[in-house]
């Protein structure tokens, strides 16, 4: 817990100290570094900040998902009957269905467009 002068509870060894930092060094493409903020008495790490992934790690972590989620869909439809271009499109526009409701649903895009025509067209 963070005390109003930057100093924080350690639970371990219960005192009010000021962490140190180590920092991962794992500076790579695909992740941002992570910071590891560590009791100076005690010694344990008293908790993380940072890490994950960045925009590149993102974009290629979605990417191969998306080419995993196209196989699969488009396996799924071939061994069901369909031929290769109907299921080729079925899946892509499966995908893009998903990709809109996702879009959708972290920003609420079509309830804001249905309230500003319901507004503006009175």
Same mark, same amino acid.
């Given at each position: 817990?963070? *005390?109003?002068?930057?100093?924080?509870?350690?639970? $371990?060894?219960?005192?009010?100290?000021?962490?140190?930092?180590?920092?991962?060094?794992?500076?790579?493409?695909?992740?941002?570094?992570?910071?590891?903020?560590?009791?100076?008495?005690?010694?344990?790490?008293?908790?993380?900040?940072?890490?994950? =992934?960045? @925009?590149?790690?993102? #974009? @290629?972590?979605?990417?191969?998902? #998306?080419?995993?989620? =196209?196989?699969?869909?488009? &396996?799924?439809?071939?061994?069901?009957?369909? &031929?290769?271009?109907?299921? *080729?499109?079925?899946?892509?526009? &499966?995908?893009?269905?998903?990709?809109?409701?996702?879009?959708?649903?972290?920003?609420?895009?079509?309830?804001?467009? $249905? &309230?500003?025509? $319901?507004?503006? *067209?009175?």
């Amino acid at each position: 817990m963070a *005390n109003g002068n930057g100093r924080v509870d350690c639970e $371990k060894c219960k005192n009010s100290v000021s962490p140190r930092l180590w920092h991962e060094d794992d500076n790579n493409v695909l992740f941002i570094r992570s910071i590891q903020h560590i009791c100076p008495i005690c010694g344990v790490t008293m908790y993380t900040s940072g890490g994950g =992934l960045n @925009v590149i790690g993102l #974009l @290629v972590f979605g990417v191969i998902a #998306l080419i995993i989620a =196209l196989s699969i869909i488009v &396996s799924t439809l071939r061994a069901i009957g369909f &031929s290769s271009e109907v299921a *080729n499109f079925l899946s892509i526009i &499966s995908i893009g269905f998903v990709i809109a409701w996702y879009i959708d649903r972290r920003t609420h895009f079509i309830m804001k467009t $249905k &309230s500003y025509l $319901k507004r503006n *067209n009175r």
